[in-house]
């Protein structure tokens, strides 16, 4: 998928969050392009020796780390050291996820994790949260989901494929509706809600999850503990 924001940026953030793997550790692979900058950087230091092995959280991601030689795993098989994702959205170590419909997995991986390391360019970094939360459905509960989230207050879109007539479907085999909150004062309550609602498989809030953001900037990386 194609994304706004700073590639040179998210290059940066992703490479500063590569390094900190030490030999021998489980990565999860978060989905997106600035978590891909961090994947090509794990493959050239396979290449180079490092013993590394990726747990991915898409189709995607799963793909790039195969094209780059880094071996992967599974939750099943190993339990990761530390997960290296992006965010659509960044507030302290509160997250808006899922501009690329990976969510579910992404958080199941992330929070399976002993750090989740979040990268980032500074388009990301917000005071408040407030773009729409992704919120994956089961097909049938496309609709009841949808007024759930009116009842509190949003405005539900089923997102739309690119390049193919109708929704994008998840690789869950599942339907998004990306829904406008605006500014969210309550992210854990909110959260709590969603999950709440029967038919929903996962949401893109990412509440106090994240340890530490690697931040690309136009010199650098960034590291800002939370
Ligand atoms: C995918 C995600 C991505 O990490 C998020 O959309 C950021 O993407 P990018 O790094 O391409 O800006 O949550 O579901």
Same mark, same amino acid.
Do not use: W
């Given at each position: 998928?194609?994304?706004? @924001?700073?590639? %040179?940026?998210?290059?940066?953030?992703?490479?500063?969050?590569?390094?900190?793997? =030490?030999?021998?550790?489980?990565? @999860? *692979?978060?989905? @997106?392009?600035? =978590?891909?900058?961090?994947?090509?950087?794990?493959?050239?230091?396979?290449?180079?020796?490092?013993?590394?092995?990726?747990?991915?959280?898409? #189709?995607?991601?799963?793909?790039?780390?195969?094209?780059?030689? *880094?071996?992967?795993?599974?939750?099943?098989? =190993?339990?990761?050291?530390?997960?290296?994702?992006?965010?659509?959205?960044?507030?302290?170590?509160?997250?808006?996820?899922?501009?690329? %419909?990976?969510?579910?997995?992404?958080?199941?991986?992330?929070?399976?994790?002993?750090?989740?390391?979040?990268?980032?360019?500074?388009?990301?970094?917000?005071?408040?949260?407030?773009?729409?939360?992704?919120?994956?459905?089961?097909?049938?509960?496309?609709?009841?989901?949808?007024?759930?989230?009116?009842?509190?207050?949003?405005?539900?879109?089923?997102?739309? %494929?690119?390049?193919?007539?109708?929704?994008?479907?998840?690789?869950?085999?599942?339907?998004?509706?990306?829904?406008?909150?605006?500014?969210?004062?309550?992210?854990?309550?909110?959260? =709590?809600?969603?999950?709440?609602?029967?038919?929903?498989?996962?949401?893109?809030?990412?509440?106090?999850?994240?340890?530490?953001? #690697?931040?690309?900037?136009?010199?650098?990386?960034?590291?800002?503990?939370?």
């Amino acid at each position: 998928m194609k994304r706004g @924001g700073n590639n %040179a940026q998210k290059r940066r953030a992703g490479e500063a969050a590569a390094d900190a793997v =030490a030999d021998g550790q489980v990565v @999860g *692979l978060g989905t @997106g392009s600035t =978590a891909a900058h961090a994947i090509r950087a794990l493959g050239r230091a396979v290449d180079a020796g490092r013993d590394v092995e990726g747990i991915p959280t898409s #189709y995607q991601s799963r793909e790039l780390a195969r094209k780059v030689g *880094l071996p992967t795993t599974t939750l099943e098989e =190993a339990s990761p050291d530390l997960a290296i994702d992006g965010a659509d959205q960044v507030v302290g170590s509160d997250l808006i996820k899922g501009g690329g %419909a990976a969510h579910a997995r992404e958080k199941l991986v992330d929070a399976a994790a002993d750090r989740l390391l979040v990268v980032a360019d500074e388009t990301k970094l917000a005071e408040a949260l407030s773009v729409p939360v992704p919120v994956e459905v089961l097909p049938d509960a496309r609709e009841p989901v949808a007024d759930g989230v009116r009842e509190r207050g949003g405005e539900p879109t089923l997102r739309a %494929a690119e390049r193919k007539d109708g929704p994008v479907v998840t690789d869950n085999g599942n339907l998004v509706l990306d829904c406008e909150f605006g500014e969210i004062d309550d992210p854990a309550g909110l959260a =709590a809600d969603i999950s709440a609602l029967p038919g929903v498989l996962e949401h893109g809030l990412f509440v106090d999850m994240a340890d530490a953001i #690697y931040v690309g900037t136009d010199e650098g990386a960034t590291v800002r503990e939370s």
